[in-house]
C-alpha cells in the first residue's frame, strides 16, 4: 500500500485571501512573529499496491489538470514511505 | 526565517465527499490502482525569524481552534528545515 501526497498552493504572486483572513486572525488573537500566511489544497492518494512509474505519470496529469489550475497554482507531488 | 507548516485533514470515519468526486474523476479519466482519495487544507506560515517555544505552543492553540475543527478534523504542524 503506498501514499502519493499531492500539495497545491497559489503561486507566490497571486493574493490569497483565505491566508490574509487567517492572517488577520492571528494577529487579533496575539500570535506574533508571523509574516505570511498561505492556504492550499492537500490530496492523500491511497494505492492498493506499490505506485507505477505509469500511474506516477497518470498522477502528474492529474494534479495538473485535475487538481490544480496551473494558471494560477502550482502543485507538488511525492510518494510517501 | 523559518516556515511552519499545518495539515488538516477530515478523521478517517467522517466521509470526504471531496474526495470522493475526485476519486470519481480519476476512475472516469483512467487512472487505475487508487483504493482512496482525502482532500484536506495545508496551511504555510512563514515567520519572520526562528520559531520560539512560546510560537509553537500559539501555533498548536491556533491550529485547534482556528485551522481545524477538533470534532471532525485532525491537524499535524511541523517547522520545516
Known sequence: MARVVVD???KPEILDPQGRAV???F???GVTGV???RQG???EI???GDVSEAQL???HRMAEELLSNPVIETYTL???P
Open 8 to 10: 497545491v498552493m497559489l
Open 46 to 48: 491511497t494505492f492498493d
Open 57 to 59: 505519470t497518470d498522477l
Open 27 to 29: 494577529t487579533r488573537l
Open 23 to 25: 492572517m488577520g486572525a
Open 78 to 80: 511525492r510518494v510517501e
Open 41 to 43: 489544497k492537500r490530496f
Open 35 to 37: 509574516s505570511d500566511i
